[in-house]
């Protein structure tokens, strides 16, 4: 069954450093979005990307985050700096037309900013 | 997208049904409802979706009242496996551009 790739599947930073996270959708898959969430809470949209083009990033703290799928495949998301208020699960998922069943999501990458 | 209205938590038996109901009083007729799971420290996993007719697949049954205000599903033999969040999503199908919007959920327990 195919999957979404994403690494690592845990990164600790401190305070201040940059940091940057991975995903690779399904082949095939022209949507990927990228989620936050926060313990105890439900994923939230940071960002949607349609092939290479960013469809939605109004939910992205542009001051210190930036989103880019370059080939319109794989995605890198970046935090710089980062900060405390950052540690969070960071989910990858894709999709493609006519998939009713919504999306696939990847593990995730549980980010923890000391 | 309409808004859904989940309990925050609910226990089950482990072998028992377990029901974990959804309102969503304000879904258009294109949407459909989405229930999706999510194991401990793992990314979110699609159940099983719906438009009006009840639906089931191997893992669970979707059942949507006639006025498609409210849906619930049901986990006929629930096992400790089963204990997850569960979030039921309504939204428009087919275009991968119609992103989840994702609420509280319901914390399912199955207990021996």
């Known amino acids: 069954e195919a999957e979404v790739a994403q690494s690592p599947r845990y990164k600790i930073t401190e305070k201040s450093q940059a940091v940057a996270f991975w995903c690779d959708p399904i082949s095939g898959h022209a949507t990927l979005y990228w989620y936050r969430q926060i313990l105890g809470q439900g994923p939230e949209l940071l960002v949607q990307f349609q092939d290479e083009s960013v469809v939605d990033d109004s939910q992205l703290p542009k001051d210190r985050f930036s989103a880019e799928r370059l080939k319109g495949v794989d995605s890198t998301l970046k935090i710089q700096p980062a900060e405390l208020g950052d540690s969070a699960m960071y989910l990858c998922?894709?999709?493609?037309?006519?998939?009713?069943?919504?999306?696939?999501f990847g593990s995730g990458t549980r980010l923890t900013v000391v | 997208d309409a808004k859904t209205t989940q309990p925050p938590s609910m226990d089950c038996a482990e072998g028992r049904a377990a029901n974990l109901p959804c309102n969503h009083s304000?879904?258009?007729?294109?949407?459909?409802v989405y229930w999706y799971r999510q194991i401990h420290s793992q990314g979110p996993q699609y159940i099983i979706h719906g438009l009006k007719n009840n639906e089931t697949n191997e893992m669970a049954s979707l059942i949507i009242t006639e006025d498609r205000k409210s849906s619930t599903l049901i986990l006929p033999h629930a096992t400790l496996r089963d204990t997850a969040v569960y979030y039921c999503?309504?939204?428009?199908?087919?275009?991968?551009?119609?992103?989840?919007?994702f609420g509280g959920g319901t914390r399912l327990m199955v207990k021996p």
């Open positions: 304000t879904i258009s007729g294109n949407e459909y």
């Open positions: 999503i309504v939204r428009v199908a087919g275009n991968a551009g119609n992103m989840l919007t």
């Open positions: 998922a894709s999709s493609a037309d006519g998939m009713n069943y919504g999306y696939t």
